[in-house]
């Protein structure tokens, strides 16, 4: 059994820090970094870091794909992009007291470059699992998740997906194992206003009657639902100075799917989820495997 990830948006995560931002004036970098980034990049890495071994696909070109590239090789994940004429784009994230995020809307991806990624995934075996993640170029069209998940269905292997909006709506009905919204995008998806964490776990319900196998919303420093059947867990998030919380979500992604793939047992992936989520809010770059081993035993479960 093979694990992928699907990123058709990959970026170079640019984080700038500065001290205090000055709108219209010159502002100066405190510190800076250049990671490898896009949603299931980031499940990837962490999946490594867990000793998973997985395949990471997608859409990499220009300059800032060679470097996700060389990046990912010398983590020792295995890539196997496509190559694309046009610049994999650069995403800011500024920290100057509050994290501001700038996404660009991605390159363009032509028909043959989009035909080579389909083509990659007819090496999918019964039993695989497939974690779509993130924003889709433009250029690719909006419902192009949905190509990609009838191809994964028609090869027998599962598949879990993190985005938003229609593309999210249109994949629960194909049943995919996992869906992570955060409490957020929960209410965005249904077009409701939720405050109460009955409300999380009434419309986090109608995820999995829509079609989930397991339903978890996360919810930042609040920690995470895990919605299963009539069953309702909460994990708390454990404490600790908070780093960035840029790719918590797709760590959480990583820990629960990496972990129900080893034991098969789905509280273990849970808190490991959580753990992995929190470990990667504590660090800079996202968690590595002692801080997640750290984290793991302090996850409180309860059924509710
Ligand atoms: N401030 C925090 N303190 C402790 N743990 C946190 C914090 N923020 C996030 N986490 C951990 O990461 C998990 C996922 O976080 P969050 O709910 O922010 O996901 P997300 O919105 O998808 O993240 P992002 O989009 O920033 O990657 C949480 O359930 C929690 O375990
Ligand atoms: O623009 P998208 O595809 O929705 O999100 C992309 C992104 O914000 O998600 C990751 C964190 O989850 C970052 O590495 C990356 O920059």
């Known amino acids: 059994m093979m694990i992928y990830t699907v990123t058709l948006n990959p970026s170079v995560d640019y984080i700038v820090e500065v001290e205090e931002l000055t709108l219209g004036g010159l502002n100066r970098?405190?510190?800076d970094m250049k990671l490898p980034g896009g949603k299931g990049i980031n499940v990837s890495r962490v999946l490594k870091q867990l000793g998973v071994e997985n395949t990471a696909t997608g859409f990499l070109g220009g300059f800032t794909g060679g470097?996700?590239?060389?990046?990912?090789?010398?983590?020792?994940?295995?890539?196997?992009?496509?190559?694309?004429?046009?610049?994999t784009r650069i995403n800011i994230k500024l920290k100057a007291g509050q994290e501001t995020e700038i996404n660009g809307a991605g390159p363009v991806?032509?028909?043959?470059?989009?035909a080579s990624l389909l083509h990659k995934l007819e090496a999918l075996k019964p039993g695989d699992i497939v974690i779509l993640s993130g924003s889709t170029p433009p250029s690719l069209g909006g419902d192009f998740y949905s190509k990609l998940i009838a191809v994964i269905k028609q090869k027998g292997a599962e598949f879990v997906i993190d985005t938003t909006g229609q593309a999210l709506q249109d994949a629960l009905s194909q049943g995919p194992l996992l869906v992570k919204p955060n409490?957020?995008?929960?209410?965005?998806?249904?077009?409701?206003?939720?405050?109460?964490?009955?409300?999380?776990?009434t419309?986090?319900?109608?995820?999995?009657?829509?079609?989930?196998?397991?339903?978890?919303?996360s919810m930042a420093g609040e920690g995470a639902l895990f919605i299963t059947?009539?069953?309702?867990?909460?994990?708390?998030?454990?404490?600790?100075?908070?780093?960035?919380?840029?790719?918590a979500g797709d760590s959480m992604i990583a820990g629960f799917v990496g972990t129900l793939s080893l034991t098969g047992n789905v509280l273990e992936a849970f808190r490991a989820g959580v753990a992995s989520g929190s470990a990667t809010a504590f660090s800079d770059d996202l968690a590595?495997?002692?801080?997640?081993?750290?984290l793991r035993p302090l996850i409180a479960i309860s059924q509710l």
């Not at 470097?67 to 610049?87: K, N, P, R, S």
């Not at 991806?109 to 989009?114: A, C, L, Q, V």
């Not at 419309?203 to 919303?217: C, E, I, M, N, S």
């Not at 059947?229 to 790719?247: C, D, F, I, L, T």
């Open 29 to 31: 970098m405190k510190r």
């Open 67 to 87: 470097y996700i590239d060389t990046w990912l090789g010398q983590e020792g994940i295995a890539g196997e992009f496509v190559t694309i004429a046009d610049d």
């Open 109 to 114: 991806i032509t028909e043959t470059e989009t």
């Open 183 to 201: 409490h957020h995008e929960l209410a965005e998806l249904f077009g409701v206003q939720i405050s109460t964490r009955e409300e999380i776990i």
């Open 203 to 217: 419309y986090g319900r109608k995820l999995l009657t829509g079609g989930a196998k397991h339903v978890l919303v």
């Open 229 to 247: 059947g009539q069953e309702v867990y909460h994990a708390s998030a454990p404490k600790g100075q908070v780093r960035n919380s840029v790719g």
């Open 288 to 294: 590595d495997r002692v801080l997640i081993e750290e």
